[in-house]
């Protein structure tokens, strides 16, 4: 019933909705409300259609949305691969350097506890700052709008630190890629529970971004996200 009410909204106001990642978020029962995007997909895959509308045209309509999500996953994918993809001199200097996968592991193993240390705290991303909150409440849409840009931010961010981390580029390009596409959710809401801990009551979105779930209940699933957040 949940996914029927959110799909009557969807088809009936806003519903540009963008997926951070690659249009192939896990969409199930404890992890719908995750992604607005990849939830709708779904329920055009399902074969829900708007009230009064032929079978023959909704699937006409199931087939392009699915041709479009398609394309975007191929074109996401492409430009993930293209950010994790190490240079060329570098790949050719590993390989003569370290032997090849066997040798980057040895690389990776002779490193000192403290030097490892000191390469994640190198590895650190930026601080991220967001625009100047606004003074009138926030809607969905601006709420939407806020965080899809951060996340664009911050899943940009995560790529350049994952490159920084011990042995990650001595894995193939295949393996960096499905790292990243299997736990970029994870990485960021560990990221965003770390920046919250010493703010009770409150997420820590990015500077200037700090929000509690009142204000965050204008979207919809983000008050249950809130209460799981702040109760772990």
């Known amino acids: 019933e949940g996914c029927k009410a ?4 969807s088809i009936q106001g806003h519903n540009d909705y963008m997926c951070p990642a690659t249009n192939q978020c896990t969409i199930d029962r404890n992890r719908r409300k995750s992604c607005q995007a990849c939830r709708l997909r779904k329920c055009y895959e399902v074969g829900m259609m708007k009230g009064g509308v032929r079978k023959d045209r909704s699937r006409v309509l199931r087939r ?5 999500c398609t394309s975007e996953r191929v074109k996401a994918s492409k ?4 950010r994790t993809a190490p240079p060329q001199d570098g790949r050719k200097q590993s390989r003569s350097n370290n ?3 066997e040798g980057g592991r040895s690389l990776f193993t002779a490193l000192r506890p403290d030097q490892v240390l000191l390469m994640l705290q190198g590895a650190e991303p930026p601080i991220l700052c967001s625009r100047p909150k606004l003074n ?8 939407m709008s806020l965080l899809t840009n951060m996340a664009d931010k911050e899943l940009v961010h995560m790529i350049a630190w994952a490159k920084k981390l011990p042995g990650f580029l001595q894995l193939s390009l295949h393996d960096q890629v499905q790292l990243l596409e299997s736990s970029w959710l994870e990485v960021l809401m560990i990221g965003l529970i770390w920046r919250s801990i010493h703010c009770p009551g409150k ?13 965050g209940g204008c979207v919809e699933g983000m008050a249950e996200i809130f209460d799981m957040l702040l109760a772990t």
Do not use: V, W
Not at 6 to 9: D, G, L
Not at 64 to 68: G, H, M, T
Not at 79 to 82: G, S
């Open 79 to 82: 430009d993930l691969e293209h």
């Open 64 to 68: 392009d949305k699915q041709r479009i």
């Open 99 to 101: 032997g090849g996968g």
């Open 6 to 9: 959110f799909f009557k909204r």
């Open 136 to 143: 009138q409440p926030y809607t969905e849409i601006t709420m």
């Open 203 to 215: 997420l820590i979105f990015a500077q200037g971004l700090i929000l509690d779930r009142n204000e």
